[in-house]
């Protein structure tokens, strides 16, 4: 016989032919938008992937998108929510309602004892500059439009800022 | 130029190579020879802070020259227009412009107006006028010769030279030329001086609003331009809207429209704009009787901005700090003052993938602080990664990608979307009873993000629907719900709600989300039918430019939007950015508003005389006319001008924000910071992973074999590098990529600093950004880290 | 358009860098930086031990066999125990080639195919069909002896004595032989450079199987004529060794800096060539003169050094070749084209 | 028996071969921006290979192994002047070449390496014992075992398996799908080599006179491993990118080296009989 194999070798298949689904995503580094395949495999990531439909890269990814799967699927992410108490030297674990609840009161709190209505002049002015935000430029728009309706048109911060003026 | 796309675009390089192999030419001006310097047909040195003189010397050349496409300069650019009698130039004044005020540091820029008013302004035809923009322009860089530019910038005139010849004979009715730039030339405290020198230079070449040419901004986050767009900047208001500001005088909405209405041009929709941003807002309850609520968006008392309000922290002033998948510790300027500023702050909520720099300062700090000091109350909350929720990006080319949902985010990782749904929830509850009116904006905003029925695939089942966000940036109206299909169709009455006006049109029906749309279109490169670009899904803006005055296209070759008489439509292979019945030959009216004022030729809808402006008569704090300056730091004074730097950047004069004096011998060396390819700005979301860890494992600096040898130093050998702020130690990398620079005999090092690595991580090492100061260009607030001034040693720093 | 007709600068004088002191450059080298063109072998200690076990085996087995054949009646008696030497030195070569397996427990794969191309696959195969070969034919000696009774005895009675001793001599010589060719069949220039290794590791199996048996010829008290005889014939094999060696050496050339001048210059220079071959030479020469007791004490010194130096022989050229393949230079001179061309190649 | 034996060996009828599949890797269209590396390492899911920094330009790499498979080279040449007008950076993204006469696979003891139905080179992973003879056979120092402390896949012999489960599918391999400039190209070899003369042609009409193509079957190259069915297109000699003039096949000069250690021992053979024959008399 020619030269045999292994059954291994015959039954060889990439791990996304089995895949439930194939979704489509886009790279959460660069600006350039490169469109990306999430296949999943029982409610898990199996692969990501450049898509080939993209206009803009083809199927092809860089080295930063082509190690997406590694940004999401990695043993160092958090996974809980790490609370450090004032002067505390470590980390806590603490359920997420809870840090939910405690970080609305905080905001609150720092808010209502911060907050001017009004400046010496007496111009209208409902700000607080003791509270700001910083971030967005890798999330999306959505989550970028609730920061600034929530904080600002809400909540009267002024100090609402993203990596745009860094 | 101010990029280095190769490394840090490598997929959006792909088209200039493909380009190139057509028998296109690259051309790379950089102080490095970096990966894109590598792959361009010409690469030209420059040394970092001096590309305002290089592209003055470029406009020179083409004025010089006689390369300047007339037809397009005369008819679309306000060459042509006259200047009002009191401005005075930069070139007559030691460097600086009429109206500075020495005492704030600041311009006032009345007498940079045009003579006539803004939309109808005086001009002459002929450009012969000494005060109409061309002959300013002439005077304003008559001595950015060849010769200067080579003293200035260390670039070799016959290099110039070549740059300004492939750069004119690619440009025309048949060529067109494109500028890509990325945060070189931002991140200066002139930087949008420096793109507005290559705006005068393509309007001048005919390179706007038509294929192939432009000025591409290569932005640096999955979704930058979204959230500038949005924003989440402080002085901007959804869909680059003015915030706000008392300085401004924005009292009352009336006087906030009045304040910001340009009576020419696309922007007279403004009132529209800002009711509907309100209506969105606040819903019902923005009535016309409360000025749609608009007492309830705060006003501006100064500069909001991030390197302010850091300043703010480490004073103490500012307690409570959000921050959203960012890393000011380590990724921000003066990080050493940023982490010092945390350690100012009541409480602090990180939400990331990972434990950053900025989560764990108060026990992983370089500074080596005692946790039991440190008052900060900190959370880190878990977020979701790609896949894990869905939402839109917008990229660098204002196009909207919507990304589908995988899976569930791990354990108590949610989306951003989720906290800020279920925050937002948290605290309406907790103002439930207040009578206060400063409450009543939070009580009122409108917050009904649940989908009607989760998706039952998924274990998280409280995740608000980003969808519907999306719904509400796309705006509806009032009365039905009914979503709208454009922003042509926003009110001023109220009866219309739009989140942010330029993504209207995004989600015009249900079912029909356009950013979602992932359409090939044969036979047309723009594909129009992927994803979905603001505004309106024109993917290049101005493209009206793209034809002649008549509503022809410059060349066959370069044909993409046209006049068609038959139909009485523009039309083309993208949407026409211009009212799309308006023949060419529409005369412009004397009187009314907005587009009126516009004739059929006019392409710059959103200005107020439908011209590109190679003088910008107002908008800008800093000149209407880019002009060089050095930057803060520099070890060289200005060659051009007695004035030394920028007269209005924002210096932050604190003990504890030092800034080096031109021509310090105690900081003899250029520093410039930047990235590589293999890593991603500060590290969190690369420094965790480790097959992006192993390709760029440790922090080094750059320099050349002239630095090395004149110090002793071996190429891997540690180096101390310091500025007036800070020190660090990294290994040296020797390399011939890396050159000294001439200038009046002396050689001027530079040191490349990557700022990758910092105290969390695989793979750690010293943060570029210790070094870097606080300081601001005045329009945009961003620090100067592309050219700062350092000093530089063998050795470890203990 | 100028960019059709740019070129990139002309780099037909690299490496420009070289001796220019640039940092982070190819500085001295041809090639890049001073990475090795090949990889270095991932074998250990196991390795050389069997090669050395597997030719003093072979070497003892053949000896035997031929004194066997042709030798006279005290000869054939003596000579005969080398057939214990075969199968005491064969007893661990195969646990020591299992043991250098990255998965040892696969070891039956190296019998999965019969690819003569492949020595490491004919040296299992050659190991696998010599192994009970040379047990069968010392159980054979054994019964001769009367060291094997009843049952056993009848059973070893069945082996053809002849037919055993031509075929294990031929696949003793085979596995005597296969290893230096096995080395020789990589892209490490020290093995690869020469032709000779083959023989080389030949005569060094041969030499020292043959001083195992002069060796244990000697503890028998083997009549002075046989030990005489054991000895021409162990001498002639280290000739033989010194002379291929010579040879391996000459044509290796610049290759053979890692074994001659390196860091097992020592041990190949005063355990192979002295201790393994200059001085049994030298000791049986004085033992053809001496008298009858200095004789068994200088043939056995003369053994043991011989064994010892083929020991030293595998172990300093595998370890020197470890070293050498990440000699750059050595690489490249190895695929300069114009050499080695179209050797004896295709007749396999 | 013979059934027993194929099952214990693990040894099956080969796939029917199909057209042979390779990569052409244009040098001159590479930006080092080292995908190919990454895509290779997620999609095999291979470990990180350790952080450390080695000061040659861009590499942090140094070379091909078991768990890296893909590698991107970093040449810097520039003349000492000051201008440096004369200025390359050469970038090459090296990969296991799969040679038409592959020396690992000739080496190979077990057959664990094996000419996939795609005329590719493959090892394969329930079959090789870890012998390690592929490792030095290789003229590219291309294969290697993985060392029995790794978490990987220990004690095999690893490379490039230019995708074989990918191929199986239709699916382009991981790198070449990545890579952002085509400078890797996937494809049936014979067209490849096809397009790879046509853009040496290109090349050499621009004035790229360095140009070349390593891996050709008419190349000197192919003299005894054949025709690389990964090929390459340079702008320097082989050596500057670690790549031999003529890639050595043992199996060239086997025969010669089994002769002069047959000539051995035959002549010791003879030698001893007639000594002993001596005794005799």
Known sequence: MAQPVSRESIEKEPRTRRADKAVASVCPYCAVGCSQLVYVRDKRIIDIEGNPASPINEGTLCPKGASTFQYVVNPNRVTTVRYRAPYSDHWEDRPLEWAMDRIATLIKETRDATFVERTAEGKLVNQTTAIATLGGATMDIEENYLIKKLFSGGLGVVSIENQARI | MGSNMAENHPVGYRWPMKAREKGATIIHVDPRFTRTSATANLYVPIRSGSDIAFLGGLINYVLTHDQWFKEYVLAYTNASTIVSGDYVDAEDNGGLFSGYDPQSGSYDNASWSYAGPPHGPARDETLQHPRCVFQILKRHYARYTPEMVERVCGSPKELFLQVAEVLTKNSGRERTSAICYAVGWTQQSYGAQIIRA???????????????????????????????????????????????????GDDTLEQYMRESLVRGGYWSNLPKFVVSLLRAWYGDEARKENEYGYQWIPKLTGDHSHVSTSAAMADGKVKGFVVFGQNPANGSPHAGLQRKALTQLDWMVALDLYETETAAFWYAAPEGWKPADIKTEVFLVPTAGPGEKEGTFTNTQRLLQYHDKAVDPPGDARSDLWFLYHLGRRLKELYLESANPHDQGLRNLTWDYLPERPDPEYRIQDEPSAEKVLMEVNGYTVADHERIPGFERLKDDGSTACGVWIYSGVFPAPGQNLARRRNRTPGNYVDPEWGFAWPGNRRILYNRASADPAGKPWSERKKYVWWDAGAGSWTGLDVPDFPLGKAPDTPAKGQGTGMDLHSGSDPFTLKADGRGWLFAPSGLKDGPLPTHYEPLESPLSNDLYPRQDSPVAKRFRRTDNPISPPGDPQYPYIVTTYRVTEQYTSGSMSRWNSWLSELMPEMFAEISPELAAEKGIENLDWVVVSTPRNQIECKALVTRRVRPFRHNGNLIHEVGLPYHWGYKGLVTGAMANDLVALSEEPNVYIQEDKALTCNLRKGRLR | MTGGNFSLPHGNSPPPLAGEGQGGGSAGTAGYYDYPVVRRPVWTWEVPAYFWLGGLGAGAFVTASLAQTFGSADDRRIAADGFYVAAAALLPCAPLLIGDLGRPERFHHMLRIFKPLSPMNLGAWTLTGFTPLAFARAGLHAADTGLLRGPLRALVGLVPRRLTELTGCLLGLTLAGYSGVLLGATNVPLWAKSRLLGGVFMASALSSGSAAVTLQAARRGAPEATLHRLATVESAASLGEMAILTGYLVQSGKAARPLTTGRFAP????????????????????????????????????????MIGSLALRWSIFEAGKDSSEDQSASFDLSKAGENLGGCGSSI | MIDGYKRLMNLEEPPPPKKAKGFFTDTSLCIG?????????????????????????????????????????????????????????????????????????????????????????????????????????????????????????????????????????????????????????????????????????????????????????????????????????????????????????????????????AAVGIGFAMVAALVFRGGRQ
Not at chain 2, 210 to 220: E, K, N, T, Y
Not at chain 3, 283 to 299: E, N, P, Q, Y
Not at chain 4, 50 to 77: C, K, M, P
């Open chain 4, 33 to 261: 921006c080292k995908a190919c590396e990454v895509a290779c390492k997620q999609w095999n899911q291979l470990p990180a290979d350790g952080f450390a920094i080695t000061g040659n330009s861009y590499d942090n790499t140094g070379h091909l192994g078991a768990t890296t498979w893909r590698h991107v080279q970093f040449i810097e040449q520039a003349k000492a002047n000051g201008s440096r007008q004369e200025q390359r950076w050469l970038m090459m993204s090296d990969v296991c070449k799969h040679c038409a006469n592959a020396a690992c696979l000739e080496a190979c003891p077990t057959g664990a390496l094996v000419r996939t139905e795609f005329d590719t080179v493959y090892v394969q992973q329930d079959i090789c014992n870890g012998c390690g003879f592929c490792v030095p056979a290789c003229p590219f120092g291309v294969i290697d075992r993985v060392p029995k402390e790794s978490t990987f896949e220990v004690g095999t012999a690893h490379k490039c398996t230019l995708c074989y489960d990918r191929l199986k599918d239709d699916m382009t391999p991981a790198c070449a799908k990545s890579c952002p400039t085509a400078s890797i190209q996937f494809g049936d070899v014979e067209e490849l080599q096809q397009r790879a003369r046509q853009r040496l042609g290109e090349l050499k009409a621009r004035g790229e006179s360095t140009a070349r193509l390593y891996g050709m079957p008419e190349g000197k190259e192919a003299a005894e491993v054949g025709p690389l069915h990964a090929f390459f297109l340079l702008l320097d000699k082989p050596e500057a990118y670690n790549l031999p003039e003529v890639p050595r096949l043992p199996r060239k000069t086997m025969a010669e080296r089994y002769g002069w250690s």
């Open chain 3, 267 to 306: 041990p190949f220079w005063l355990g192979a060539v002295f201790a393994g071959g200059l001085l049994p030479l030298l000791l049986h020469g004085f033992a053809r003169r001496g008298h009858s007791r200095t004789v068994r004490s200088l043939s056995t010194a003369a053994a043991m050094c011989s």
């Open chain 2, 198 to 248: 290559a705006g005068i230079l393509q309007l001048l070449l005919g390179n706007i609003g038509r294929p192939g040419g432009g000025i591409m901004a290569l932005r640096g986050h999955a979704s930058i331009q979204g959230s500038t767009d949005v924003p989440t900047l402080f002085d901007l208001l959804p869909g680059y809207l003015p915030h706000p500001a008392v300085i401004r």
